[in-house]
């Protein structure tokens, strides 16, 4: 970290979390220069359900929840930005504090409960992009007091479909009460079914990914790699916040309900990631989410089986120039190794990560 990221963080970590995050948010809207992005390299272009991502390294949803800041995540670095948890309707989410700093271990616990600004207000931003070019995704989720659920995706679906380079469907939070029960085999099926055909209905038809969460057994992975494949989902995205505290040095915060990501997430993410390559095939598009703060541990999801990898933990920690140290250190990888594209490492280490218990 430099010792401009330095005096960033202590500037930031003297704020209560979710303040911190909105004055980054300001920061990035201001057009500060925060960081600069690294130079463009040919081998770590990733060609992937019809998109062209210049580097494998996206900014995961959770960060730019109401669509304010895409552009400027791109210009750090990141070969894609992702926005949202986006519900069709305005909603505040949990009542506060709901961020916690766990600075012993690198992690985050949140339970924010998908607060953002509703459909209206991300649809006039990305309207207003529109044409700028640059990779971005829009995870749609559904309202908590939604009385149909799935109508939530499907109308997620229908809105953004012309502005989205990609949709994720977000069933994984744990912090939206009955949202993860969406991930059981019959109501994924009905899920999958209505949102693939409200896709087929758009104008445009973006890919769909389905992001899922980290605390599944064997059996629930199975059902859900049966589920994408039938229902020819695009991609999977694996995976959001963990409920476990396993191993957890920040005692006094250990007990705060919510999501827990960052460095503690990365190993058991990275095993459910390598398990469901091998469920889905070589075929499939996955992006491997979860403690990815360095480029060895981006190369590492990649080496289990991950297209693409996602952070925004690590980001908190390290500061905005870490997606341009990531990026930097791939391609320096890439000599080392002389790879002539950085899909050649993709599933070197998928036999090791995949037999590793969850």
Known sequence: MSVLDRIGQKLLFSFDPETAHSMSIAALRCGLPVASPPSQDARLEVRLCGLDFPNPLGMAAG?????????????LGFGFAEVGTITPLPQPGNPKPRIFRLT???????????????????????????????????????????ADRIGDYERGVTRFAAYASYLTVNISSPNTPGLRNMQAREQLGAL?????????????????????????????????AAEVAEKEIDGVIVSNTTLSRAGLRSASLAGETGGLSGKPLFERSTAVLAKMRKLLGPEM???????????????????????????????????????GRIVAGMARFADRERLSSIRELRDAGLDSWASKPI
Not at 114 to 120: C, I, P, Q, T, V
Not at 125 to 138: D, E, H, P, Q, Y
Not at 300 to 306: C, D, L, M, V
């Open 104 to 146: 012993a271990d690198e992690a985050v616990i949140n339970r924010l409960g998908f607060n953002n600004d509703g459909h209206a207000a991300a649809e006039k931003r990305l309207m207003a992009r529109k044409g700028r070019g640059g990779i971005v995704g829009v995870n749609i989720g559904a309202n908590k007091d939604s």
């Open 192 to 224: 999958l079914s209505r949102v693939m055909a409200a896709r087929a209905k758009a104008p445009t038809q973006p890919p769909v990914f389905l992001k899922i969460a980290p605390d599944l057994v064997e059996a629930e992975l199975e059902d859900i």
């Open 63 to 75: 960060y730019d929840k109401n669509a304010e800041v895409p552009d400027a995540l791109l210009k």
């Open 285 to 323: 598009a996955i992006i491997g989410v979860g403690g990815v703060d360095s480029a060895e541990t981006a190369l590492e999801k990649i080496r289990a089986g991950a297209d693409l990898v996602q952070l925004y933990t690590g980001m908190i920690y390290a500061g905005p120039a870490l997606p």
